[in-house]
């Protein structure tokens, strides 16, 4: 037998364009690699703070803020007919069901 028609049973597959599919997988994973190296590279580079300072900040926040009816500690009691969170009189002496 000739051994240049025998065909090699390891032969690789050709695409449409010419690229074998071993080729066009590490193209795939070279390109997934590379996207993934940048969310890290963006994600590296992103403002960073610390802590203490990010409190301040939303310290400062609230102060300037319309009052948080839940945070009595920091506002103070507040009127019943003020609070929104308060449970709701009901008026009339019957109910309807």
């Given at each position: 037998?000739?051994?240049?028609?025998?065909?090699?049973?390891?032969?690789?597959?050709?695409?449409?364009?010419?690229?074998?599919?071993?080729?066009?997988?590490?193209?795939?994973?070279?390109?997934?690699?590379?996207?993934?190296?940048?969310?890290?590279?963006?994600?590296?580079?992103?403002?960073?703070?610390?802590?203490?300072?990010?409190?301040?900040?939303?310290?400062?926040?609230?102060?300037?803020?319309?009052?948080?009816?839940?945070?009595?500690?920091r506002w103070g009691q507040v009127d019943k007919r003020d609070d929104p969170y308060a449970p709701q009189q009901q008026?009339?002496?019957?109910?309807?069901?």
């Amino acid at each position: 037998m000739n051994n240049a028609a025998m065909s090699s049973p390891f032969e690789l597959r050709t695409n449409d364009n010419g690229k074998s599919k071993k080729q066009s997988m590490a193209e795939l994973k070279l390109r997934r690699l590379t996207e993934l190296n940048q969310r890290l590279q963006d994600d590296l580079n992103r403002r960073r703070i610390p802590v203490s300072e990010a409190s301040i900040d939303l310290i400062a926040f609230t102060d300037k803020e319309p009052k948080d009816f839940m945070v009595p500690s920091r506002w103070g009691q507040v009127d019943k007919r003020d609070d929104p969170y308060a449970p709701q009189q009901q008026g009339g002496c019957c109910t309807v069901m």
